[in-house]
């Protein structure tokens, strides 16, 4: 008894020593968390950020990833041999300079000097030759991309000049050499793209903690002179929006997007921005499926669905009506007007639906995806204005994960919503119409006209005229209406005061480059 | 010793069940990883590629029996999605869940004990009565939105608070705490309500029985019939209830890590369920059936000490 009471009281001491050491330990720790706070606050010495994003990369290394998510992050870390700018045009990056050839073949490009990786190696024309092959395949291993399939082959003639000749003219081959369709990638790097991403970008890989968050650092031997500011960017993965402005309100993060209807909570005390995001939000038919083969049909809802009220409770105000396939954020591109042409009329929608046989309206489905409450909502309003011409919607919510491969993949639908995420060039933003091409036509739009617009656009090396066939191509869009065009949502971005530079791309991007506290 | 054996050989039957079953339903599942993981960007070289890069091309029973293959080897295999091995992602997150767990786990048991035995003591006085209101309350309330509730009133008002992510033990304790109280609180309050309960009952279904009437009448005092005597009888279906709590505290962190966004176990589940990611989500069920058979191992045994008579057969 004895025995075990003195075991006890020496079991006793020792908890008491540890609760002390704790609480000691706790006490240096607590001065160090502090001093981390303040940093937090006064950020202006900091030059730390951290953003929010709704979920992690698909893949870190450029050229597995191919979710517009992972681009938006990664591209901080990645340049090709030109940069897309925020008007969506491009300008020289790891190359310095190029040339067309007459026939539109052959591009010749001069490589920019004085380039090193995160690692501190110089950039050389063997990583140039290394990143194109391994994306064609030519290395031994599979091909990664199609983008490429129209290139004949590659060389260099110097140190510095590198080849790629093409099969066929093609005017929108640069916007493949940009980070998102080809990163340019170090040669000593290889077999370690995803684990540990080395690139020539502004910002250099730490740390990548899966769902929880992506570290980048500044990259001291940056090309571009006095660029970044930032010492730190820290991505921080969140699915969550409501959370997420709890989290900016708390300075847990610097940077979010925020849902439309949370915007006077967080407007005074932080900045809110609004970019076009360059996407198109469309209600869209299974082209093939009775009765939506019919122009009339297709016209019909167009006239009966009220993009206004869409609009207004889905997105509190902040989007951008459209007629076709394109953003104003496009510039030049975008045909102007064709937003008012489908202005709401039920009467109008009606006599359509009678002219092609259904003056009693139909009944049908659309298949919505869960994975963002937007979709669904939506698709509410659509309901109810479709009742009024008579047809009769019903709405089933699937997960994104059976929404890609039924309804995108599968083209198993009637009528569905989704938004198109935005690209750089006018081409990519409408080549999903083009009726070869299955892989994104889930439209299953076949028109000879559009095909033979965007076909001919490539062989067209003068801009204005480019800018013509595109405009056409959205007319075509517009007449044909594979798709009710309803908007180009903004994206509202809510920022603590001091953070400065952020830039808007037509594309997923979070550039920070230039992003500073002051 | 064959007690020991039997268990063991019991866990094996039961992990090889359930990864049949998961096997099976996530072959039942529509949606398609590869396509979830790259979205409407893909071109359909890039998900062939992909596809038969982490050999989801080959037959069912060749991918299951590769998988079980390496779960002998201590090998689970690697995620789809993070593409990464299924061993480190757990590890990376194992520390979190345990301890927000074992924090939940402790408050259940610092304040449902105590408070269980006060309340028999007093039955039917207006303490016990406050009490009982309260805690029934407390069984209704959902976690996840208590979490919230924490979150907008506690968290965001509280300094020593943060509402976002998860600082390692390792780093600081105080961070750490700041990080895994809510959460753990956010557990245990619908838990501490229903063993307050449980413990209340029990000590009260003793208090009637003969033996209590003998040693009271034999003089002994209130604190020593109690303590030493209701107590240690009323202890086990006090364990019991112990062993099914500890199993919905585990599944528990599930719905509040989503809430605080803490990186666990949980939030893993959800994000592999939802881009089904098959190794991911095998492994972390994996985690979660050892870990629930572990509890009942460990509460079997504790039976045996808590009541010599029990033999472990």
């Known amino acids: 008894m004895l025995k075990r009471k003195c075991w006890l009281s020496f079991v006793l001491v020792c908890v008491l020593f540890l609760i002390g050491a704790c609480s000691n330990s706790e006490g240096d720790n607590s001065s160090t968390a502090m001093s981390g706070d303040t940093n937090g606050q006064s950020s202006s010495q900091a030059q730390e950020i951290r953003v929010r994003i709704n979920d992690d990369p698909d893949f870190l290394d450029p050229h597995h990833a191919t979710a517009s998510i992972s681009f938006q992050m990664i591209l901080n870390m990645f340049e090709g041999l030109f940069i897309p700018k925020q008007d969506g045009s491009l300008t020289e990056g790891v190359a310095e300079s190029y040339e067309v050839s007459d026939d539109g073949l052959t591009y010749t490009f001069k490589i920019r000097e004085g380039i090193t990786f995160h690692n501190g190696e110089d950039l050389t024309i063997d990583d140039i030759m290394y990143t194109f092959e391994r994306l064609m395949g030519l290395a031994g291993g599979e091909k990664l991309s199609n983008n490429f399939d129209n290139v004949d082959s590659i060389d260099t003639l110097d140190d510095t000049t590198f080849v790629m000749t093409l099969k066929e003219p093609n005017s929108n081959f640069l916007y493949s050499l940009t980070a998102l369709q080809s990163a340019i990638i170090p040669k000593s790097n290889d077999g370690k793209h995803n684990e540990n991403p080395i690139g020539t970008g502004p910002f250099a890989f730490v740390n990548y903690s899966p769902g929880s968050s992506l570290e980048l650092k500044k990259h001291e031997g940056y090309w571009q002179e006095g660029l970044p500011y930032l010492e730190k960017v820290n991505f921080i993965f969140q699915s969550d929006d409501q959370a997420a402005v709890m989290n900016l309100l708390a300075n847990e993060v610097n940077l979010t997007g925020i849902p439309g209807h949370r915007v006077s909570e967080v407007e005074g005390n932080y900045n809110v921005s609004h970019q076009n995001n360059n996407s198109s939000l469309i209600i869209t038919f299974n082209g093939d499926k009775e009765p939506f083969n019919d122009v009339k049909v297709r016209q019909a809802i167009n006239y009966a669905i009220n993009k206004q009220d869409i609009i207004d409770s889905v997105f509190s105000g902040y989007a951008t009506p459209i007629g076709s396939n394109m953003s104003p954020a496009m510039g030049d591109y975008y045909l102007d007007g064709l937003q008012e042409v489908y202005n709401r009329d039920v009467e109008k929608a009606k006599e359509l639906l009678a002219e092609a046989g259904y003056p009693n309206g139909f009944s049908t489905k659309i298949t919505v995806s869960s994975h963002n409450d937007i979709y669904s909502s939506i698709a509410q309003i659509a309901v109810e204005n479709l009742k009024e011409i008579g047809i009769d919607v019903e709405i089933e919510v699937v997960e994104w994960g059976i929404w890609l491969e039924r309804v995108y993949s599968g083209r198993d639908y009637e009528m569905t919503t989704i938004d198109l995420t935005g690209r750089p060039s006018a081409y990519e933003v409408l080549n999903n119409y083009i009726s070869e091409n299955d892989a994104e036509n889930f439209f299953l739009f076949d028109n000879e006209e559009f095909d033979q617009v965007m076909s001919d656009v490539l062989l067209e090396s003068n801009r204005d005229k480019q800018i013509e066939y595109y405009q056409r191509a959205q007319e075509i869009l517009n007449e044909q209406v594979p798709a009710v065009y309803i908007a180009d949502y903004q994206i509202l971005w809510g920022s603590t005061n001091n953070i400065t530079g952020l830039k808007s791309y037509p594309f997923w991007f979070h550039d920070m480059k230039e992003v500073k506290f002051e | ?313």
């Open chain 2, 1 to 313: 010793m064959f007690f020991y054996l039997r268990r063991i050989i019991l866990l094996f039957i039961t992990v090889a069940l359930v990864s049949v079953i998961t096997f099976a339903v996530f072959q039942v599942l529509p949606g398609d990883p590869i396509r979830t993981m790259l979205g409407t960007e893909a071109d359909e070289t890039q998900i062939e590629n992909l596809r038969s890069e982490l050999g989801l091309d080959r037959p069912l029973y060749e991918q299951y029996f590769t998988w079980i293959k390496g779960l002998f080897t201590g090998d689970l295999g690697n995620s789809i999605r993070f593409s990464m091995p299924v061993s480190t992602l757990l590890m990376e997150r194992l520390p979190v869940t345990l301890s927000v767990a074992s924090i939940a786990l402790l408050i259940v048991l610092l304040v449902a004990l105590p408070l269980g035995i006060f309340a028999a003591r007093r039955k039917n006085k207006a303490s016990d009565v406050v009490l009982s209101s309260v805690t029934q309350l407390g069984m209704a309330v959902p976690s996840f939105w208590l979490g919230m509730i924490f979150i907008l009133y506690i968290g965001m008002n509280v300094d020593f608070f943060r509402i976002n992510g998860y600082i390692p033990w390792t780093e600081s304790i105080q961070g750490a705490l700041s990080t895994l109280l809510l959460p753990a609180l956010t557990i245990a309050i619908p838990q501490v309500a229903v063993k307050f309960r449980y413990v209340r009952t029990s000590i009260l279904e003793q208090v009637q029985l003969d033996y209590v009437r003998t040693i009271r009448s034999k003089g002994l005092p209130e604190k020593i019939v109690v303590y030493k005597h209701i107590l240690k009888n009323a202890m086990i279906p006090i364990l019991t209830i112990f062993g099914l709590i500890t199993a919905e505290i585990v599944a528990g962190t599930i719905i509040v890590e989503q809430v605080f966004a803490l990186p666990g176990i949980g939030q893993l589940l959800i994000t592999s369920i939802s881009n089904r990611d098959f190794p991911l989500v095998q492994g972390i069920v994996m985690y979660i059936t050892v870990a629930v058979v572990c509890i009942n191992f460990l509460v079997d045994i504790l039976y045996s000490v808590v009541d010599p008579r029990i033999r472990l057969r």
